[in-house]
Structures are given as structure tokens and as C-alpha cells.
């Protein structure tokens, strides 16, 4: 079964075990539901004022009101293309991948020893952890960049415990 978060390479007898995967997406906490009903609370209230005033002889202004109506709609839109960005992060005992793919469908990918990879960090005294940077071979991305605060140290730490599981090395358990 699976979830559709994982990354399949190569032949599944022989692909590696993941130690750690994670899919990083921007957080967006309107949906489709709440903006239909944001949009239909905007727009009659928008046509409610214009018509009071068009009444009133005012019926330029009726105009206005509805291209208000159309600028909050685009900006919803053009905020919700963004939201389809996402980050993913895998690490196995051989190389910890990152996959970097934009609103608009282009994709990066990076890909490191986890033996030679270092995590750094940036941190504000008042803000908390700011920037998260994977560092190698003289190569630096900053990663988790849709992340709070919070959720980037506790990201921070899952990956720093995955890197360390890494190398390690896999583990031999001759009853399984």
C-alpha cells in the first residue's frame, strides 16, 4: 500500500530503505469551501452597497464594487497556484535527496552523500530557527523553507536523527 508520498527508484527487490521522508507543502488555511463561501459573502455584500448607491444615482460605483469582487478572486487564485509548490526530502543509507518542485511544475534535484552533509541552521533570539541550510562539498541549499518556526525545528530534528541513522549504516538482523 502505499501513500503516495514515496519516491520509487529502480527495481523494488533492490531499492534501498528509506530512513526518513518527508513532504513539505505551504500551509493554506482557507479551502475551496471556505473561499466559495468568502467569494458569495464578498460578492452580495458588494452588490448590496453598489445597488444602494446606484439607487441613490451614484452607478459608477456599482462598478467598483464589482471589480473589487474581481481583484480579491484573482488574488486568491494566483495564491493558491502557489500552493501546489512542495518539497521532497528523502535520506537512505546512501544518499539523502532532495526534490524541489515550483507552482509552475519545474523541478530541482539535489542529491548528497549523507555522510558528507551538514545541517545549519540560522536563528533569530525572538523569532526562533529562520533558515534551515543542507551543506556539502562546498554546495549549500536552504531547505524547509514553507515551515514555521516550530515545525522547522521539529523538522530540524527528525533529519538530524535520520542523518545520524544514515551513518550509522544499515543494520544487519539475521531473524527478519
Known amino acids: 500500500m502505499s501513500t503516495g508520498n514515496e519516491i520509487e527508484r529502480g527495481d523494488p527487490d533492490q531499492r534501498e530503505v528509506q530512513i526518513f521522508s518527508a513532504l513539505l507543502t505551504p500551509h493554506r488555511s482557507l479551502n ?5 463561501a468568502v467569494m458569495l459573502f464578498l460578492s452580495v455584500v458588494s452588490f448590496a452597497t453598489g445597488l444602494a448607491f446606484l439607487l441613490k444615482g451614484a452607478w459608477p460605483v456599482l462598478g467598483f464594487f464589482g471589480l473589487d469582487v474581481l481583484v480579491v478572486w ?50 533569530d533570539e525572538d523569532f526562533g530557527i529562520e533558515h534551515l541550510y543542507l551543506i556539502s562539498r562546498g554546495r549549500q541549499i536552504q531547505i524547509a523553507r514553507f515551515l514555521g518556526p516550530e515545525e522547522k525545528a521539529s523538522f530540524y530534528k527528525g533529519l538530524v536523527e535520520a542523518l545520524n541513522a544514515a551513518k550509522r549504516g544499515p543494520t544487519y538482523n539475521p531473524i527478519s
Open 32 to 36: 475551496r469551501t471556505g473561499f466559495l
Open 74 to 123: 484573482w488574488a486568491f487564485k494566483a495564491n493558491f497556484r502557489t500552493a501546489r509548490a512542495r518539497e521532497e526530502i528523502t535520506v537512505t543509507t546512501s544518499e539523502l535527496r532532495v526534490r524541489r518542485i515550483s507552482h509552475r511544475g519545474q523541478v530541482a534535484e539535489w542529491t548528497f552523500n549523507p555522510l558528507w552533509v551538514r545541517l545549519d541552521m540560522e536563528v
